[in-house]
C-alpha cells in the first residue's frame, strides 16, 4: 500500500514557475513507476509526466522543454518543475503510481494509487 501526498501548488503569473512535489509513505519506493497528470475543469484527466524505475521518462508534447520530472528514491520523492508556465497549465495536479514500472506508463488505468490532488493555477 502506497499513500501520495502532493504539495508546491498555487497561483502564479505566465512564464513563472512552480515545483509539485509527491511525497510516498509505504516500502519499496525505488520500485515504482509515479505520474504526475492533470484535469483542466470539465476536461478529462490526462497525462503530463511519467518516470520509470530506473529513470526512463516520458513527457506530453505540450509540455516538452518546459517540465521536468524527477525523483529522489531516499526522500521517497517525486518532483514536477515547472517553467514558463501558461494560462492553459492550470489544473489540479495529481500524482501517480504504479508497483514494479521500468518504463513510464501514460494511461490513467495503469496507476495503482493515487495523490489528492494539488491546484495549479496560472494567470495571464
Known amino acids: 500500500q502506497v499513500q501520495l501526498v502532493e504539495s508546491g501548488g498555487g497561483l502564479v503569473q505566465a512564464g513563472g514557475s512552480l515545483r509539485l512535489s509527491c511525497a510516498a509513505s509505504g516500502r519499496a519506493f525505488s520500485a515504482y513507476g509515479l505520474g504526475w497528470f492533470r484535469q483542466a475543469p470539465g476536461k478529462e484527466r490526462d497525462i503530463v509526466a511519467a518516470i520509470g524505475y530506473m529513470g526512463t521518462t516520458y513527457y506530453t508534447d505540450s509540455v516538452k522543454g518546459r517540465f521536468t520530472i524527477s525523483r529522489d528514491n531516499v526522500k521517497n520523492t517525486v518532483f514536477l518543475q515547472m517553467n514558463s508556465l501558461k494560462p492553459e497549465d492550470t489544473a489540479v495536479y495529481y500524482c501517480?503510481?504504479?508497483?514494479?514500472?521500468?518504463?513510464?506508463?501514460?494511461?490513467?488505468?495503469?496507476?495503482?494509487?493515487w495523490g489528492q490532488g494539488t491546484q495549479v493555477t496560472v494567470s495571464s
Open positions: 501517480a503510481a504504479k508497483y514494479d514500472s521500468v518504463s513510464p506508463h501514460v494511461a490513467e488505468s495503469e496507476y495503482n494509487y
